[in-house]
């Protein structure tokens, strides 16, 4: 199984570009999450998704919208890109079961100039 | 204000060694808590956990201590080895959508 599957793994994107950061599950998972790495902050939860068609905000959503419309994919848009937005993100998935633990994606590298 | 702290960014251990790797947390709602390591460029990967209702959870060289009453959970290594050179990140679920809320980590590293 690929597991959690995210593209790009690297981008470069000026002031004020948008685009989507893809985030992929092949394990029937039901809960998705997209999370923000920062140096000595650890991960912080931007977006959420309990299953397809719900989605809610985490700690740090501005700036950031997401749907869910399938099961498998979890798309994350950066919708007017800012400097502060420089960083790692990192989609992870799980079973709504409780007390599971979440499968994490590669990450994906977002530089913004 | 961080709920769930790791107050040591780093930790140097001598390979057969026991690494000790603290985590404090703040919110009472917390149910579930994990270890994460983390490699350059990977994400990270679930290592072991702990329900609330517990006090020890063991996987091999892996164990986790909680003490509720403290707030404090700590992940013992035994022996610790220098594939286990990573950084760990402490992180803590609440929630009926099962939360993550995660410490700032520490980078172990374990000297051959």
């Known amino acids: 199984n690929a597991g959690v599957t995210q593209t790009p793994k690297f981008q470069v994107l000026k002031t004020g570009q948008s685009m989507t950061l893809q985030c992929a599950q092949d394990?029937?998972?039901?809960?998705m999450s997209w999370y923000r790495q920062d140096p000595g902050m650890g991960l912080r939860l931007i977006h959420y998704s309990v299953g397809a068609g719900i989605t809610d905000q985490g700690e740090v959503p501005n700036g950031y919208n997401v749907s869910r419309s399938t099961t498998e994919d979890f798309p994350l848009r950066l919708l007017s890109a800012a400097p502060s937005q420089t960083s790692v993100y990192f989609c992870a998935s799980s079973y709504s079961q409780v007390n599971t633990e979440a499968f994490f994606g590669q990450g994906t590298r977002l530089t913004v100039v | 204000d961080q709920q769930v702290k790791q107050n040591s960014p780093s930790l140097s251990v001598q390979e057969g060694r026991i690494s000790i790797l603290n985590c404090d947390y703040t919110?009472?709602?917390?149910?579930?808590f994990l270890w994460y390591k983390k490699y350059p460029a990977e994400g990270p990967t679930f290592l072991i956990s702990i329900s609330s209702i517990k006090d020890k959870n063991e996987d091999g060289r892996f164990t986790v201590f909680l003490n509720k009453s403290a707030k404090h959970l700590s992940l013992h290594i035994v022996p610790s080895q220098p594939g286990d050179s990573a950084v760990y990140f402490c992180a803590a679920v609440w929630g009926s959508a099962r939360q993550l809320t995660f410490g700032s980590g520490t980078q172990l590293t374990v000297l051959p």
């Open positions: 919110n009472s709602m917390f149910d579930y």
């Open positions: 394990m029937n998972h039901e809960y």
